[in-house]
Structures are given as C-alpha cells and as structure tokens.
Nanobody, 125 residues
Framework: QVQLVESGGGLVQAGDSLGLSCVAS????????MAWFRQAPGKEREFVAA????????DYVDSVRGRFTISRDNAKNTVSLQMNSLKPEDTAVYYC??????????????????WGQGTQVTVSS
C-alpha cells in the first residue's frame, strides 16, 4: 500500500522559515516527479513546486520562487520543501504528491497519482 506522509507544519511568524518533509512508503519513487501543492481556506488547491525523479530539475510557482526550495533524497524515499521568508499568504494546508513514472514536472493536480494527507502551515503577520 502506497502512503505519503507529510510532517513539519506549524505556526510561524512572517519572515520565519519552516521545513516540510514527505516520506513515501510502499514503493520507491525514484522515477516519479514529486510535488508540493497547497490549499488555503476557500481557495482551490494550487501547485507550489515539483522535482523530477532524479532531483535534477525543479519547477516553482512564481509566488514562491526564490523563497522555497524543493529537494528529494531517493535513498530515503523523501521529498522536502524548505520555506524561507514566509508570508501570511503562504498559510495553507500543504500536500505532497507523486506523479506516475516519467511525467515531467506536471503542475496540474490531476496529473498526480498519490497524495498525502496534508500538513497545516500558518503564518501570522
């Protein structure tokens, strides 16, 4: 059974940093692009960042580029999201997702096959 489990969310102040982690189990994902999405209250889920299976290529939504960094460790079957200079508008539930093998950095949530349960990030002003 495939599972993605996120951790690391919490309450921080604007300007602070926070790191999220997603551990995958049930199979290896070294050939799968993995991504982070987020959903704020009353809003649709939106793409945040993605990384290719090898970790060699990444993609970011403009609003987080330069502040967030996505990375992965295939030996540990994990993907991380380092978030710096957090803003109140970053407040959301953050979800980890895995695409089918060989997809290249999709931004559409329907392109992803597996999802975690989400972790709450709250940034106070």
């Amino acid at each position: 059974q495939v599972q993605l489990v996120e951790s690391g969310g919490g309450l921080v102040q604007a300007g602070d940093s926070l790191g999220l982690s997603c551990v995958a189990s049930g199979r290896t994902f070294s050939r799968n692009a993995m991504a982070w999405f987020r959903q704020a209250p009353g809003k649709e889920r939106e793409f945040v960042a993605a990384v290719t299976g090898s970790g060699g290529d990444t993609d970011y939504v403009d609003s987080v580029r330069g502040r967030f960094t996505i990375s992965r460790d295939n030996a540990k079957n994990t993907v991380s999201l380092q978030m710096n200079s957090l803003k109140p508008e970053d407040t959301a539930v953050y979800y980890c997702a895995a695409a089918p093998p060989f997809y290249t950095l999709p931004r559409l949530d329907r392109s992803y096959q597996y999802w975690g349960q989400g972790t709450q990030v709250t940034v106070s002003s």
